[in-house]
Nanobody
Framework: QVQLVESGGGLVQAGGSLRLSCVAS????????MGWFRQAPGKEREFVGS???????NYAISMKGRFTISRDLAKSTVYLQMNTLKPDDTAIYYC?????????????????WGQGTQVTVSS
C-alpha cells in the first residue's frame, strides 16, 4: 500500500479555482491508481474522479467539466484542479489509491486514504 498526504485546501469565493495536491509514499514503484473523493457535512463520501498509472481518467458525471485530475508519476503526485467553484463544493477532499491498473470508481475499491483537506467555498 501507499501512504497519501493531501495539501492545497482552503477558503475560496464562489467562481474561484483551487488546486489540490496529493503525494504518495511507500510502495510507489508498483502500478497504482490515484483519485479523489469528497465528503460534505452530513453526507456520504462521494467519488470525484481518478487517474490510472497509464494516465486514463474517469470522473463522476457531476464533476466532469469543472474538475480535472492529472498525475506526475515522477513526483508520485496527483492533482485536482477545481474551477468555477460553488458553495456546494464545500467538503473535505480525500486522496485515494488502489494498487494495480484499474480505475477507482467506488470507495470500496480504495486501498489507501489520505487524511483529507478542507475546501470551503463562500457565496
Amino acid at each position: 500500500q501507499v501512504q497519501l498526504v493531501e495539501s492545497g485546501g482552503g477558503l475560496v469565493q464562489a467562481g474561484g479555482s483551487l488546486r489540490l495536491s496529493c503525494v504518495a509514499s511507500g510502495r510507489t514503484f508498483s502500478p497504482y491508481t490515484m483519485g479523489w473523493f469528497r465528503q460534505a457535512p452530513g453526507k456520504e463520501r462521494e467519488f470525484v474522479g481518478s487517474v490510472t498509472w497509464s494516465g486514463l481518467t474517469n470522473y463522476a458525471i457531476s464533476m466532469k467539466g469543472r474538475f480535472t485530475i492529472s498525475r506526475d508519476l515522477a513526483k508520485s503526485t496527483v492533482y485536482l484542479q477545481m474551477n468555477t467553484l460553488k458553495p456546494d463544493d464545500t467538503a473535505i477532499y480525500y486522496c485515494a489509491a488502489r494498487t494495480g491498473l484499474v480505475a477507482i470508481t467506488t470507495a470500496s475499491t480504495v486501498g489507501s486514504w489520505g487524511q483529507g483537506t478542507q475546501v470551503t467555498v463562500s457565496s
